[in-house]
Each structure stands twice: as C-alpha cells, then as structure tokens.
C-alpha cells in the first residue's frame, strides 16, 4: 500500500460493521434481503469512496460465525449475493486498484463462492491502490481459536517455543496476520456493541456508532464519520 495514502488525521484502516440491512427493508414491507441488495450498492459506493481518499486499509463485516443460524433461506441468499457482487466487481476492484482479501473460516463457505472469491483474490493480488478485506464466515472468538491451534502445532513440531509468544507472535497467527489493526470502526444500525468482530484487534480503536441502517448510509455518512475520527485524541492508555 502506498505511502503517498497516507495523511494526517486520516485513518488508516477503517473497519465497518455493516448493519441494520433486515430493519431497513422491513421498515419497507420488503423481504429482508432486498435490504441486503441495497446494502451491496453502499458496499460499493464506501469501496469507491475509500479508495478516492486514499485510507489504505478497509475491512468489511459482511456475515459472522453466529449468522449461519439464521434461516437457510437467508443464509443461501447472502451467499448468493455475495458470489453475484465478485463476479460483478472483479474489473472494477482491478480497475481501482483494489487488492481483495478475507478472513474468516473460509472452508464453511458454500464451493462456489469459495471459488469465486479465490479468482477475485488471485486476480487483485498484488494491487497497492487499496486493501479490501472481507470478513466472511467470521468471529473473533473463532479467529482467536484457530490461531491457538496453529499455534498449537506449531509447538508441537518444534517450530515455535512456549517462551516465545508474545503480543506479536499471537497477532502473526491470526487472520489478519498482515493488516494493521482498525484505526476506526463504524457500526450502524445503532447497536452499541461489538458482535463477535476483530475483537484481538480492535483493543485502542476508535468507535463511531451511527443509526443509520446500512442501506442508508453514505459517502456524506463516511465523511461525517471520518471527521468525528480526526477530532479525536488518541492516548493510547498514555
Ligand atoms: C446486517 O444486517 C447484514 C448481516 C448481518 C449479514 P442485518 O441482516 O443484521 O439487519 P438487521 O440488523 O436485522 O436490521
Ligand atoms: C453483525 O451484525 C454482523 C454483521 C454485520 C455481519 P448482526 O446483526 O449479526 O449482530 P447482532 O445480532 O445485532 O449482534
Ligand atoms: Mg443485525
């Protein structure tokens, strides 16, 4: 990602808690996932203006390991959806200059959008206008778990001592081995908690909730947000 991105009182990884997609049809009398087309369209208008700013890193939370207990047909729309806006955003990600990634358990996902997504990554690879990551199938309790047990057999094969881990080597093993940790996170859809998201990660972030449903929100809401973040004195515990 290049330094020419990065400037003051920007962040540089925004982390976004997409919400309130289901509220926001119903609201309607739609079915709810009309709310989560709707919801795709801002995706792709933040993507857009993220990359136009210049904010280096931004990571998506697009369905959690508590979600899969939703009704199967939800769930398989969701999935269908999301394997729709690869196909339909493949050129533009290359075009931008979008690197996509995603964490998460990504062996639950349905084969062919597991598929997809892997041609979307290896086709972005390497791209430095941005970092788009999705967080998909994923829950920070699960992230933190497989990281224990790839840490685990690390020490099992001689590859990694007891004495050795420290805050650095258990953020080596997590999923976002490779992503500095969110600068700023935005939910909206109002709730005030963190539902199961970047929780190893998200340890000195800055918070901004909004009420507005996903569908809703907007470049104007991204820049209201980012604002809000530039004003904020961060101390770091200091
Ligand atoms: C967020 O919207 C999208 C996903 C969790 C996949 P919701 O579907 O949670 O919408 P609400 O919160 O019920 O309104
Ligand atoms: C968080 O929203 C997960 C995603 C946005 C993917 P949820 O709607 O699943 O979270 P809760 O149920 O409000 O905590
Ligand atoms: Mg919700």
């Known amino acids: 990602v290049s330094a020419r991105s990065q400037r003051g009182g920007f962040p540089r990884h925004v982390a976004i808690v997409m919400d309130g997609n289901g509220r926001w049809a119903e609201a309607r009398g739609l079915?709810?996932?009309r709310g989560h087309l709707e919801g795709a369209r801002v995706v792709r208008e933040v993507t857009t203006c993220c990359r136009k700013l210049g904010i280096p890193y931004l990571t998506l939370y697009a369905f959690s390991t508590e979600n899969w207990a939703r009704r199967a047909t939800e769930v398989r729309g969701l999935w269908a959806l999301l394997e729709r806006f690869l196909h339909e955003e493949g050129a533009t990600l290359i075009q931008q200059g979008i690197e996509l990634r995603a964490v998460g358990d990504l062996e639950r996902l349905p084969p062919a959008v597991k598929a997809r997504l892997k041609q979307v990554m290896d086709q972005t690879r390497g791209l430095t206008?941005?970092?788009l990551t999705l967080a998909l199938s994923y829950g920070?309790?699960?992230e933190i778990a497989r990281a224990f047990r790839r840490m685990a057999s690390a020490?099992?094969?001689?590859r990694l001592h007891a004495r050795e881990i420290d805050e650095r080597q258990v953020a080596r093993y997590l999923d976002t081995a490779d992503l500095p940790d969110p600068?700023?996170?935005i939910r909206t859809g109002g709730e005030h908690r963190v539902s199961n998201f970047l929780?190893?990660?998200i340890a000195y972030s800055e918070l901004f909730i909004t009420d507005l449903l996903w569908p809703s929100f907007s470049r104007a809401a991204l820049r209201r947000a980012l604002?809000?973040?530039a004003g904020r004195k961060r101390r770091f515990g200091r």
């Open 31 to 33: 079915q709810r996932l």
């Open 129 to 131: 206008g941005m970092r």
């Open 140 to 142: 920070g309790r699960d």
């Open 155 to 158: 020490i099992e094969q001689g």
């Open 183 to 185: 600068d700023l996170v």
């Open 199 to 201: 929780l190893w990660q």
């Open 227 to 229: 604002v809000w973040y």
